[in-house]
């Protein structure tokens, strides 16, 4: 795709990391093929290849509308589309740059800007977000059906095991997790302490940035990206191994750090050294289940008769580029997986999108728990607690983090330390 970017974006390093991947596009459109909003509303300006030629036009210097902001709102930033392009196209990070500018120019509505700012400043910071959340918990049977369905009953976090072990991972607490799964890192620690291995948390850190970098307040996310890195190099220096993030979301984020901060010259080694520690839990349990001895103990304390459907998140799929990696290990551990129509499509969580697009959040999760019940599972796990809390909302089975089942499945059973390294 060619490209004569307008001078005000020309030279800088957004401007020319957009020049990059608009020139990789080749107008081919396969993307649209998996595109959920696309395949919802038909309209071409609601797909990838659209959605490029308004991005482009604006950094051309073309002005934007409230039409080039909408059609932009609506995208999920799933990165199906980045799956399914032949040519590469890195349209996650332009969809980033084109939300950014057109933010600058187009002046929202008070009643969305104030949303927007409201969830940024709440969501991201547990003592402000919690007690709001135990209020809404309490009076959670008084509430009207559709809010009552956004707020997840209160849940306890199991024991989080602080035995001595040669080797240390370094979780991410999150923020809304924390409160709303707070069991999800604590059955990681389980099960990593099983395996020899302790998990721990720096106090210091919190969110991990995504949702202000996704809703273009590209400055406060920046400020929480460096706050984690500061809070997590001396674990680093000291020896940690890695960085678990147990919500792939946020692992997405965190292993885009080194890109976020390539510019900024006090942090760009540490945010790619960060970047490159960041791991799923995921690709530490396959790591383990390499090995014999562990991987013969783990398969028998899990159940044999367990049917589940497993939601692959678009976070894992397509932006960590994961798929059919928690699949294979749930497999090996002796789940049976039922099968799942469309597994490569959005639920319609996407971070904040549940919450400032609801009809179509809503028509996304109806038709993923469509797909994901046609084999008629008994549980529904997942990797992201966006989606776990987005479908079991209108789900009739449950649903949870696919850790907590396998740590309920080894629980009383020993494992002898590893010698892996990640």
Request: glycine share 8%; charged share 20%.
């Amino acid at each position: 795709m060619q490209t004569r970017l307008a001078d005000f974006i020309r030279d800088s390093h957004e401007g020319q990391e957009a020049d990059a991947i608009l020139r990789t596009c080749v107008h081919c459109g396969f993307c649209t093929a998996t595109c959920p909003t696309y395949q919802l509303l038909g309209d071409e300006l609601d797909g990838p290849r659209g959605r490029i030629y308004l991005i482009k036009q604006v950094l051309e210097g073309q002005a934007p509308s409230r039409k080039t902001q909408l059609h932009l709102d609506r995208c999920l930033t799933c990165r199906s589309c980045e799956t399914t392009c032949p040519s590469g196209v890195r349209y996650g990070r332009l969809v980033d740059i084109g939300r950014a500018t057109v933010e600058v120019a187009v002046p929202r509505p008070t009643g969305e800007r104030l949303a927007r700012r409201l969830l940024r400043w709440l969501v991201p910071y547990p003592r402000r977000f919690g007690p709001l959340l135990r209020l809404g918990q309490t009076f959670r049977p008084l509430l009207p059906g559709t809010l009552r369905a956004k707020v997840p009953p209160r849940r306890v976090a199991g024991p989080w095991p602080d035995r001595s072990h040669p080797r240390t991972l370094v979780a991410l607490a999150g923020c809304a997790q924390s409160l709303m799964t707070p069991d999800t890192n604590a059955a990681a620690a389980r099960i990593l302490d099983r395996l020899g291995i302790r998990l721990v948390e720096a106090p210091q850190a919190g969110c991990c940035g995504a949702l202000s970098h996704h809703l273009a307040a590209e400055d406060e996310a920046l400020a929480m990206v460096r706050r984690n890195i500061d809070a997590w190099w001396p674990l680093i220096e000291s020896g940690a191994e890695a960085i678990l993030v147990t919500a792939s979301g946020c692992g997405t984020m965190v292993k885009d750090y080194g890109t976020l901060l390539a510019q900024d010259p006090a942090y760009a080694d540490k945010a790619a050294r960060i970047a490159a520690l960041a791991r799923d839990p995921g690709e530490v349990l396959a790591v383990e289940l390499a090995r014999p001895e562990a991987a013969t103990l783990l398969v028998a304390a899990c159940p044999r008769s367990r049917r589940i459907a497993f939601h692959s998140p678009c976070s894992l799929q397509h932006g960590q580029k994961l798929p059919g990696l928690v699949e294979g290990l749930l497999v090996k551990l002796g789940f049976e997986l039922t099968p799942v129509t469309d597994g490569h499509l959005c639920c319609g969580s996407a971070g904040s999108y549940s919450l400032l697009q609801p009809e179509l959040s809503r028509l996304l999760r109806d038709n993923k728990l469509a797909g994901l019940t046609t084999g008629t599972p008994e549980c529904i796990v997942t990797a992201n607690v966006g989606c776990q809390l987005h479908l079991d909302a209108g789900s009739s089975v449950p649903v949870r983090h696919w850790l907590e089942l396998v740590d309920e499945a080894l629980s009383g059973s020993g494992v002898p330390e590893s010698a892996a390294t990640y």
